[in-house]
């Protein structure tokens, strides 16, 4: 043979070889990114993740991921508004007339570097929550004196006043233990060291963050069923929405536009998903400034308000109208606001009111409305648009439309800028005090969320009585009957005095591709990656 044959052959063989060592290497990585894409989750959200510091993270997103990645002392069961231990051992003993709280502490319970959960530390993160004063802060410091550790397993609670809202609150993020070896003692922090289901591995803001399972998490009742969960954050409802389609994520949660939603209840590609939330929006009106500061005109705005007309055309019937602060379906819920200005917007009567203020058609109120264009998801400025309508239909307002950033609307919020302005609430723990108390509750809370409200000097009383003597009672006692009947009372005060006017109760909606199961959603409003998985 001739040796330049031999050569053809030679090279034939090495082409062929490299090229079946090609076809094998793409395999290879082909499977890897299968294998990886069968063990990964991937959410999408316009959401934007704040802090995962649980002494200073106060709004959904950051308690969310919270609530994932650390663990509280108790927590509901999915499914449920019912508490169960978790790193507590059992229920509180409670001695002292309800003043003095012991808690088991578990044992055996490691957080994600390394070091173990006891006593000390639980007593030395709540200590850390309240002396830190975020956001969150007051949950604790309006309740608890001090806490300390009797022994390494035992956790002793000793209470500002006997109240039954506390077992909630340790249910919230805000009193999740976290590591002493990586928080300081002295500052928020960066790190998300917790002892939950998936520690963090990766984040970049605004980007995405990355969760892997711990491996040596403590119930194996809730271990995860995916081995990672990715949460990728888009600009728009619009990007959200495209993202689901291309197949760039699992799941489309929070917060689609309801056009979106419609559209994808007729794909057969995707579920919808749908409940009810505990989830509100209102109008907030700084009570010491004038306009604002006469009853009569804020009475005049709830009264030209429409709720079913906002739920049916802005949000395509994804919404109900909300009647009181305290959410339907909650114990003690009435339609306050309903009894006193009817359901679709009495025009007429917003009108009388105006006119007792000393506004007419020639004297016109004029007022700005603020809101924010994406906290609250792609409907915002259509909803300013439609209260603005309504409001100038009684032919006795003028409002200008102003809007900011979430961050710089906080600021404004909390310096007392913005007159009138659209928020919203999501649930600390599941209870009327929740609603009502973090508003009017204290001068300081009416500040912080932009009421600037007194409670104690009410403008309507019962049985001589203010709005912060029932809120008060109402936490003073754990009767049931007692409780039920001063939120009743307290509604109808707050429906009279108006320092802040619901809108609509929002019904959580999540959108998942059709091999994703597993996805809760309850009246907590907690959405747990533990339990998702995909086939």
Known sequence: MERRTLIGILVFIIVVIG???????????????????????????????????????????????????????YRYKPGTTELEPALAEDFPIITDNGYTWYIKIREGVKFHDGSELNATVVSWSLNRSMELGGDPAFLLTDIINYTRAINETTLMIRLKVNTSILLSILAFTVSYPVSMESFPADKFSDVAIGCGPFKVVEWVKDVHIILERFDDYWDQSHFPKMKRVIIKFYKTSEDLAAALRAGEIDIAYRTLHPEDVEAFMKDPNFRVLTSPSPFIRYLVLRCNMSPFDNVYVRQAIAAAINRTEICEKIFLGQAEPLFSMVPKGMWSHIDAFKELYGEEGNITYAQELLRKAGYSETNKLNITLW??????????????????????????????????????????????????????????????????????????????????????????????KTLYDYLLMARLTTDMSKRTDYYIKAQKIYAYDCPTIPLFQGVQICVTKLNVYGVVLDATQIFRYWMIFKT
């Not at 316009?46 to 106060?58: E, G, H, I, M, S």
């Not at 609250?376 to 648009?385: C, D, I, N, R, V």
């Not at 508003?439 to 309507?460: D, P």
Request: charged share 20%; proline share 4%.
């Open 19 to 73: 090229v079946n060592i090609g076809i094998w290497y793409w395999y290879m990585q082909q499977q890897m990114v299968t294998a990886v894409a069968k063990e990964t989750i991937v959410i999408g959200t316009t959401d934007r993740l704040v802090t995962l510091d649980p002494a200073n993270a106060y709004d959904y997103l950051s308690c969310n991921v919270i609530e994932n990645v650390f663990e509280g002392l």
């Open 371 to 464: 809101y924010t264009p994406e906290h609250y998801g792609p409907t915002e400025a259509e909803l300013a648009a439609l209260i603005k309508e309504q409001l100038e239909r009684t032919g006795m307002i003028n409002v200008k439309l102003e809007f900011a950033e979430w961050s710089t609307y906080v600021d404004n919020m909390e310096k007392g800028v913005m007159e009138i302005f659209l928020l919203g609430w999501y649930p600390d723990y599941l209870d009327p005090d929740d609603y009502l108390w973090p508003f009017v509750g204290t001068w300081e809370a009416a500040c912080s969320l932009g009421t600037f409200y007194k409670s104690n000097e009410s403008t309507m009383k019962i049985d001589g």
